[in-house]
């Protein structure tokens, strides 16, 4: 049931470091991108009084995530792709909470791998801002980004630093590191949806 998939690429690093832009710039460029686990699960622990929150069980909400990353995983397109986030981050998030990882979240790790190469994006005080999702301090996004460093070299992929820079000067040298320049798959239709099925 082992399955890497080279045409997927994982974005990674803390919170408030331009993520979620850049993968909105990924996908205006016609790319196919998958939106990060935990900001909708969040939204639908919360919308249904459900427990499956950092606040509350950091380790069901752990388990939501992993699901959610599998799923994308698997329903993701045979074109490139990137992903806010990946199942590696589960990992990343309770090892930063304190929590022992069960076996099952680094066997999944192994089972279900992306492109080696992994854009990781630094902290970057500057841009850094909180909402209803993303409560974290700037001293716990530096801290995140230390933990995702740390557990993407150790299940061997090649961490790429994004630098910090304007948005459009981003997005070329992601596209450029990925091997793709900067045309998505010849037969995709632009202003098509683009974005991997939703979980």
Not at 25 to 51: C, H, N, V
Request: net charge neutral; proline share 8%.
């Amino acid at each position: 049931m082992n399955s890497t998939k080279q045409n997927l690429f994982v974005l990674t690093g803390g919170p408030g470091s331009g993520k979620t832009t850049l993968l909105d710039a990924l996908d205006a460029a016609g790319f196919a991108t998958a939106p990060e686990a935990g900001r909708s699960i969040i939204r639908q622990q919360k919308a249904m009084g459900g427990s499956g929150l950092p606040s509350a069980d950091r380790l069901l909400y752990a388990e939501l995530m992993l699901s959610w990353d599998i799923r994308s995983f698997q329903a993701a397109p045979d074109e490139t792709a990137f992903f806010d986030r990946g199942i590696p981050d589960t990992i990343g998030y309770l090892s930063l909470c304190g929590i022992a990882v069960p076996a099952h979240f680094h066997r999944a790790a192994e089972m279900f791998r992306y492109n080696r190469t992994v854009f990781i994006l630094p902290p970057w005080p500057d841009i850094f801002r909180n909402d209803t999702e993303r409560t974290q301090s700037p001293e716990e996004a530096e801290a995140t980004f230390r933990a995702m460093q740390e557990t993407y070299t150790a299940l061997g992929y090649r961490l790429v630093e994004v630098p910090r820079t304007r948005l459009r000067e981003r997005l070329a040298f992601v596209l450029a590191a990925a091997g793709v320049g900067d045309h998505p798959c010849p037969d995709k239709k632009k202003g098509a949806d683009n974005r991997g099925p939703r979980p």
